[in-house]
């Protein structure tokens, strides 16, 4: 694992295995000199306390021994999903999979809240099948519907909120994503396992 | 309460933010320079994190409805009565600060705090993801709090010289993605800030970095300080109000995010490395 310094009061942390991201962050939250980490896509952030020392924690840190088998610190969350979405169609064409094919395909996964960015409650899910890979849109839509249902390289996620978004939009689903008088606001979290069902 | 008569280019409302919420996509937010957010809310018997307002190249007018303690910091608008002080106004005293010479944001903070709804746990308002209230506009009615945990302040701090030192920067985590003459160039350089400035980012225009591997970053973690390099090769130096996570690499971060915050458009940036 390769422990980067980013800054004077933060630690990026670059596991051999991206595939104990989640457990790794887990790990590094439990220590008292770490004030949040954030998950990403193969590296964690950990943030220090303010009384913490640098190189003390980032010695604390490289003696953690995360583990690939995913944690079941998350819970399950099974969206309904209706498969409507404006670029059905033409992924399904430039897949080479039919519409339904492309539907089961998305359906049928298991999926796990890898990381949260690009917006509040926003969540990067992994497990997407490898035929469904296909990149962002050439140009984002200005805006995208909450509850929309996406996918772009080897995610998937739903739009908590109305924003501009880049993904291709598979359909949508009516669950709250994101609700401020929910703790925590966000529907899906790292380490969560997610499925979609067709409604 | 306060009437708000003009917001000037960009008025918010500023405590120190959302920590601890990164993981679920939430940016820190709150004040950019936080320095001067804490000495306007010490001067007048305020916790250090009570909200107060956020002026962007001045230009704030408020009438203040009932009689108010406040103090005003951060960069030195004409205009004022005061500065780096506690002042007593009378009810319906009307403030209107000028645009300041030097530095960008000015602090403006009131004994009780502005007191609009919090959400998670923060009354800033995030520019990116539209968190809290939204920006300060002209009739808005703005609720002080009607206590406060400490004394009025009789300290005159008066008004920070500007600093024109280099930004102390560390570099990393991605400084390996630039060759070393890319890591000379981000120091020899005199930047200049870019007009579309803003609380996500301060961009910068220059020779462009020139990166020394092709190929995508898989989405990682950013925080405000981190100076990001985009495609193009000119920097952004990201604020208070940054995503959480971003796809260029970080070569450095920026140890005082306070100096950013008064950075403004058209001004020469120069980095150093160093500590503190």
């Known amino acids: 694992m390769r422990v980067l310094r980013y800054g004077e009061r933060a630690w990026l942390l670059e596991p051999d295995d991206p595939a104990t991201v989640l457990s790794l962050a ?120 909450a509850g929309s249902v996406g996918i772009a390289g080897e995610f998937t996620g739903v739009y908590p909120r109305e924003s501009p978004g880049g993904w291709r939009l598979l359909g949508r689903t009516d669950a709250a994503l994101w609700d401020l008088d929910r703790t925590p606001p966000a529907l899906l979290t790292p380490g969560t396992r997610v499925r979609f069902r067709p409604a | 309460m306060i009437e708000v008569v003009a917001p000037g280019p960009l008025a918010t409302v500023q405590d120190l933010g959302r920590p601890g919420r990164l993981a679920l996509g939430v940016p820190r937010s709150g004040a950019f320079d936080r320095a001067a957010l804490r000495l306007a809310n010490r001067l007048v018997g305020n916790d250090d994190g009570a909200a107060a307002v956020e002026t962007t190249l001045g230009g704030l007018a408020v009438r203040f409805v009932d009689a108010a303690t406040i103090a005003l910091t951060g960069a030195l608008c004409p205009g004022a009565p005061g500065w780096g002080t506690a002042i007593t106004v009378g009810a319906g005293t009307t403030l209107r600060l000028g645009a300041p010479r030097h530095g960008l944001r000015s602090y403006l903070a009131v004994r009780g705090g502005i ?48 600093d024109r030192r280099p930004l102390a920067i560390r570099f990393g985590p991605r400084e390996d993605w630039f060759s070393a003459a890319a890591r000379r160039h981000l120091l020899t350089t005199v930047w200049a800030v870019r007009s579309d400035c803003d609380r996500v980012g301060v961009r910068l225009d220059g020779p462009p970095l020139v990166r020394d591997r092709g190929g995508e970053l898989p989405s990682e973690p950013v925080l405000p300080g981190a100076v990001q390099v985009p495609a193009d090769g000119r920097p952004i130096v990201f604020g208070p109000d940054a995503p959480v996570t971003g796809g260029y690499p970080v070569i450095a971060v920026v140890l005082d995010l306070d100096r950013v915050a008064q950075l403004r458009p058209g001004e020469a940036v120069r980095f150093r490395p160093g500590s503190g």
């Open chain 1, 26 to 145: 887990a790990a590094a939250a439990e220590l008292g000199s770490v004030a949040e980490v954030v998950p990403a896509a193969r590296t964690v952030l950990a943030v220090l306390v303010d009384e913490a020392r640098p190189d003390t924690v980032a010695a604390e840190l490289r003696s953690l021994t995360p583990t690939a088998s995913a944690r079941r610190s998350g819970g399950d969350v099974v969206l309904d999903v209706h498969y409507d979405g404006a670029d059905l169609t033409d992924t399904a064409a430039e897949l080479g999979v039919g519409v339904d094919e492309l539907v089961r395909l998305h359906s049928t996964a298991d999926y796990v809240v890898a990381f949260c960015g690009f917006a509040p409650g926003f969540a990067y899910l992994r497990g997407l099948d490898e035929r469904l890979h296909a990149p962002r849109l050439p140009s984002p839509r200005t805006r995208v519907p």
């Open chain 2, 115 to 162: 007191a609009l709804d919090p959400v998670l746990g923060s009354r800033s308002t995030d520019t990116l993801s539209g968190l809290g209230p939204a920006a300060l506009r002209a009739g808005d009615m703005v609720p002080v709090g009607s206590s406060a945990p400490g004394e009025v302040s009789g300290a005159h701090v008066g008004a920070a010289p500007p």
